[in-house]
């Protein structure tokens, strides 16, 4: 595989993308379940397309050297990519997990790994002290995200990571929001990563798919095993959606977080707003780790409307930005995490973590950035009481 030293030309050429038969510049499909044996053991590289695929393997060399690992995995989606790498572990393993984790990954552990015996306990991995204090023998691995939705709470990757080495503990690193453009954990002492690709990867809202990198050859090995023994891959199309929506990724995340720093501002004067969270906002408090770990502060921006507006209508009367679950696209799509990607938490805890009934989640898109904060400013002044 060769090497780029520039993101921006590894996103369009890493991972060997011309087709070595033909010379054609785009991946082809290899829309195909499997292969001629030329006789008895005598394959052509591919047997079946659950173990490997031509489309397929290009996305996941692609991602191993975005993101600087050893190999790397296509799963059907990012939960099919979570729950491959914690089948890593055995019964009786702890995972620790962030406090704000994802709720699927939250909901596969409490709820699937569960009848494994694979257990999880929350911890704070903002705060590295009481991370390392919640380390006990039964732990094996930390499973985070930076920042952590919805509150975009920030995790010093390589604090964690160094503090996680010394017990022994795998370091997974969930980079959907930020992406290997804008934050590489590997290189910040983490040993897997995995991606919803769904988001900014594939960046177009057309393809639910899933990836993982490792950063060595055992743990590569194990997951290769497990990808094809569990089989939930990712198809060819599906690949080929992956391998477009990447070559774009540099321009279109420059143009988000661009979008995301003007549209934070605008919030952050605005009087009907009680208070925003992004690590892009000097007074935020991750803002400096993130600045030390990561090229920008993604997209992802959360902020609480004060009690003088309904957040019904609110929803209700924007025009241009979306209510919709899902983020990272090109268009702008807002979520309210009460009712939506966290309402399987009870009020009480919700209201602890700030996740309050007024939290309104956004994914600032491409759009005219004027466009986007015209369209939130008006819905606004509509849900005022
Ligand atoms: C969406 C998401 C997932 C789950 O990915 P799917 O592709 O929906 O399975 C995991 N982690 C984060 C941070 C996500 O936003």
Do not use: W
């Not at 052509?44 to 659950?50: D, K, N, P, T």
């Amino acid at each position: 595989m060769e090497k780029y030293t520039n993101i921006e030309t590894a996103l369009i050429h890493a991972g060997s993308q011309i087709d070595e038969r033909t010379g054609a510049v785009n991946t082809p499909i290899y829309q195909t379940s499997t292969y001629k044996q030329d006789g008895l053991g005598k394959m052509r590289g591919y047997e079946y397309s659950r173990t490997g695929n031509p489309t397929r393997e290009v996305l996941e060399s692609l991602i191993a050297e975005l993101e600087g690992g050893y190999a790397g995995f296509a799963f059907g989606s990012g939960m099919a990519a979570t729950t491959a790498v914690l089948s890593l572990f055995k019964s009786g393993d702890t995972i620790l997990i962030g406090s704000n984790v994802y709720g699927g990954t939250f909901r596969v552990l409490d709820k699937v790994f569960d009848h494994f015996d694979i257990r999880y306990r929350i911890a704070d991995t903002s705060d590295t002290e009481a991370f390392e204090n919640a380390i006990t023998d039964d732990v094996k691995a930390v499973m985070l995200e930076s920042p952590a939705n919805p509150l975009m709470t920030v995790t010093d990757i390589a604090a964690i990571a160094k503090a996680a080495k010394k017990h022994g503990l795998t370091v997974i690193v969930d980079n959907t929001f930020l992406t290997p453009y804008l934050q590489r954990p590997l290189e910040l002492g983490a040993d897997i990563v995995v991606h919803s690709a769904t988001k900014y990867l594939g960046g177009h809202s057309d393809v639910v798919a899933g990836l993982a990198v490792c950063s060595d050859k055992d743990t590569a090995e194990k997951l290769a095993f497990i990808q094809n023994s569990t089989g939930g891959v990712l198809g060819p199309f599906d690949s080929f959606l992956l391998i477009k929506g990447i070559k774009t990724l540099g321009v279109r995340m420059d143009r988000h977080v661009e979008n995301a720093l003007k549209v934070a501002e605008r919030l952050k004067e605005n009087k009907a707003v009680k208070s925003i969270y992004y690590p892009g906002l000097k007074d935020d408090p991750g803002y400096e780790t993130n600045k030390k770990q990561a090229k920008a502060p993604g997209a992802m921006i959360s902020f609480e409307l004060d009690e003088r507006h309904d957040i019904n209508v609110f929803f209700e009367s924007l025009k241009l930005v979306c209510l919709a679950e899902s983020l990272g696209g090109v268009e702008s799509l807002v979520c309210h995490p009460a009712t939506m990607t966290h309402a399987a938490i009870p009020k009480e805890i919700r209201e602890k973590v700030g996740i309050t009934d007024g939290l309104i989640r956004l994914s600032v898109g491409i759009e005219n950035v004027s466009d986007i904060i015209e369209d939130i400013e008006q819905a606004i002044k509509a849900a005022e009481k």
